[in-house]
């Protein structure tokens, strides 16, 4: 991979060779959008955190008998949308580093780091013979270190500062004695592991913090496009006749150019969610200017009509994919109560979405979609209604049938 920053197109053969061409945006992480079938417009997003897929790629390579994988390789994760793929930044945020929420692996860490200097100090008292009565502060320093750690860690330097803080917390040896300079060491092994893996996250957060701004950004670029597209038509439609061109000599050659150059500004982005409904928006604007060239006015009319109406469902899908991020940022708290004005913020939503439903005309698509996406929002308002007031947790349900309407490929 090129040594900066940006969005990638990438064109992955089944050959060695690959294509790697570099976007012209100037964005602060490193992202890879895909141009071939079966993926195009998903996203490869870099695997900073998870050195286990490494180490599965090194096995796999040497159980083939092939050149020792090289762990300075960067491994992408697939993902379907860059709606998804913002969610899962922050929830990657939230869960591992604790941004701008109470909770996260850092902030596991830090309290570990806590614990792990008590053990340090206990353990001197120790040495002093003070044993009976600091053996109770032994064994809670260890528990709490290893509840910090959980029961079953994926990272390698959390399961050995797991499995020092267990055995931390016998303080007896084998022979029912206590040996203080031999459970020091331990300590200082533990609290190198955890410093390690604190370390380690210091420096992939603002990679992690880098790639969330970078998607949002992508997602206020796709939206601007769509609005500047819907802004166009709207103002163009009412005067897509004879008459009005007459008075206005060369028009028609100016408002072609300026569909063809909305089509070129909506091209330079083919990301999911939108590479289906942007493809057919592309070829109605291309009609659609050929068609106000030649001053075929009510055919320009008849194919702007069908754009317009699938620029206001492309505004439905935003609005639901918001809300979606909405209520998963909520569900970063589970057993918090929601706050009166939260739920009535939610409830609004939902009331929103099916309002922009009802005012699409479908009656020129080729597959209405608006009446099945209603019945989903509905269900989830139900479901909403019906568990509120109530815990961030209650929200799940409601949120899966959000999902599930997002996912239908005519949206």
């Not at 990438?10 to 602060?28: E, F, T």
């Not at 079938?37 to 870099?46: A, D, E, S, T, Y």
């Not at 993902?79 to 998804?84: C, G, I, R, W």
């Not at 969610?87 to 792990?116: V, W």
Request: proline letters at 5%.
């Amino acid at each position: 991979m090129p040594g900066k920053n940006g969005i990638f197109k990438v064109n992955v053969s089944l050959g060695p060779k690959k294509i790697i061409k570099v976007r012209a945006q100037s964005l602060p992480a490193r992202l890879v959008v895909f141009i071939d079938p079966p993926r195009v417009g998903q996203l490869g997003i870099p695997y900073w955190e998870n050195q286990l897929a490494h180490e599965a790629l090194e096995r796999a390579a040497l159980l083939r008998n092939e050149v020792k994988y090289s762990g300075d390789i960067l491994i992408f994760q697939v993902v379907p949308d860059v709606y998804t793929a913002l969610r899962q930044t922050l929830h990657i945020l939230h869960q591992n580093y604790g941004r701008t929420f109470e909770s996260g692996e850092k902030q596991s860490l830090q309290t570990a780091l806590e614990h792990t200097q008590r053990l340090h100090d206990t353990l001197i008292g120790l040495r002093k013979g003070n044993l009976d009565k600091l053996f109770s502060q032994v064994e809670k320093s260890a528990e709490m270190v290893i509840r910090q750690m959980g029961l079953q860690p994926r990272d390698e330097l959390k399961r050995e500062a797991r499995d020092l803080a267990i055995i931390l917390k016998q303080v007896l040896d084998s022979w029912q004695r206590v040996n203080p300079s031999a459970k020091i060491s331990q300590v200082d092994a533990l609290r190198r592991r955890l410093q390690e893996r604190l370390d380690a996250i210091l420096h992939i957060e603002p990679k992690v913090a880098a790639r969330r701004q970078t998607l949002k950004s992508l997602i206020e670029i796709m939206e601007f496009r769509h609005l500047a597209a819907s802004d166009f038509i709207e103002r163009l439609y009412p005067h897509l006749e004879a008459a009005y061109f007459k008075k206005h000599p060369l028009l028609e050659k100016k408002v072609s150019a300026r569909l063809q150059y909305l089509v070129s500004e909506l091209d330079q982005l083919k990301i999911e969610p939108f590479v289906f409904p942007d493809k057919n928006l592309h070829e109605e604007l291309k009609r659609a200017a050929w068609y106000i060239e030649r001053q075929q006015f009510g055919y320009a009319r008849r194919v702007l009509s069908v754009s317009r109406e699938s620029l206001k469902l492309r505004v439905v899908r935003t609005t639901l994919e918001n809300f979606i991020t909405h209520i998963t940022q909520l569900q970063f708290k589970p057993r918090r109560t929601l706050l009166a004005p939260e739920i009535a913020k939610i409830d609004k939503g939902f009331t929103v979405i099916l309002d922009r439903l009802r005012k699409i005309d479908e009656s020129r698509f080729k597959k209405p979609v608006c009446e099945s996406i209603s019945t989903l929002v509905k269900q989830a308002r139900a479901v909403f209604r019906k568990h509120m007031p109530g815990p961030a947790v209650l929200l799940e349900p409601s949120r899966r049938k959000l999902v599930e309407a997002v996912q239908n490929p005519q949206l």
